[in-house]
């Protein structure tokens, strides 16, 4: 029992120094980031395939279309690698913050360098954060006009398509802007619509936007609670800084009271 104790007490210290709200929130962070770039990059690519084999024939028609998707998920492996490593910056700035407040009255202070670094991180995540949801406002785009689509092949599907004629239902992606107006054939109607929603890359496509979607208003919501912490953080930070400097004072005011004490008995005695 009695080796047990310094190693109960030693976990208990270890466990108290660590941040768990940032822990949550760069776990939450992660999840969104890897569901956003995996979901999207495999999205994007069956979007292509669609277009390239059922609206747009022509390889010069959608040309454009296709270096804009390439270029995206060239952006999507950047997007990835900076979450990585900014996530593992803020959980290391997390633990740094927090050895700060647990240690307020041990010889550990808090530098001008570090508070400058806490409000920085406050400033990025917050664009960040506006950026974010940019991107969550964009990534439901697709989600919107696959869902267009889905709806129009579940109308083909029901008994009210058969009190007209199925070709005069139809999907004209031409008129969203995605490829030009003279993509040949542009537009898919009846049979050949309804062909195109049984097939796995628009089903898969489809369902990957939605979770992309998901993930990009997780990283929405990790990068609210980053900017809460770091917040509280830095304002912890700042009254570190005050407490220890009131400390320093009352410090140096009570030697000084006690250098004059002292130096009166010394008078007092040589009187005597």
């Not at 029992?1 to 108290?16: A, E, V, Y």
């Not at 941040?19 to 994007?44: D, E, N, R």
């Not at 804009?68 to 913050?97: C, D, N, P, R, W």
């Not at 050895?99 to 001008?112: G, N, Q």
Request: glycine letters at 8%; one cysteine or more.
């Amino acid at each position: 029992i009695s080796l047990l104790c310094p190693i109960t007490n030693c976990c208990i210290k270890c466990l108290g120094g660590v941040p768990y709200a940032s822990l949550v929130a760069t776990i939450l962070c992660f999840c969104g980031v890897a569901l956003f770039c995996g979901c999207g990059h495999v999205a994007l690519t069956g979007t292509l395939t669609i277009l390239e084999n059922h609206f747009s024939k022509i390889t010069a028609d959608h040309a454009m279309l296709t270096d804009i998707i390439q270029l995206m998920q060239y952006v999507i492996y950047g997007i990835a690698s900076f979450f990585f490593l900014y996530g593992i910056i803020l959980l290391a700035e997390g633990f740094y913050t927090t050895s700060a407040v647990k240690e307020l009255h041990s010889e550990f202070k808090t530098t001008v360098c570090g508070r400058c670094i806490s409000g920085m991180f406050v400033f990025l995540t917050y664009i960040l954060g506006i950026a974010w949801l940019g991107v969550f406002g964009f990534s439901a785009v697709p989600v919107f006009l696959f869902y267009n689509m889905w709806s129009t092949c579940a109308a083909l599907r029901s008994p009210m398509a058969n009190l007209t004629s199925i070709d005069s239902i139809c999907v004209d992606v031409r008129q969203y802007g995605i490829i030009p107006w003279n993509a040949t054939p542009g537009k898919a109607c009846g049979s050949t619509l309804g062909d195109i929603c049984n097939t796995s890359e628009f089903y898969l496509s489809y369902h990957l936007y939605i979770v992309a979607c998901a993930g990009a208003g997780a990283t929405v919501i990790a990068l609210i609670h980053y900017l809460m912490i770091l917040s509280a953080n830095w304002a912890y930070l700042k009254d570190a800084s005050h407490l220890h400097a009131y400390q320093d004072i009352k410090m140096k005011e009570e030697r000084e009271l006690q250098d004059i004490q002292s130096r009166s008995k010394e008078c007092l005695n040589s009187y005597s």
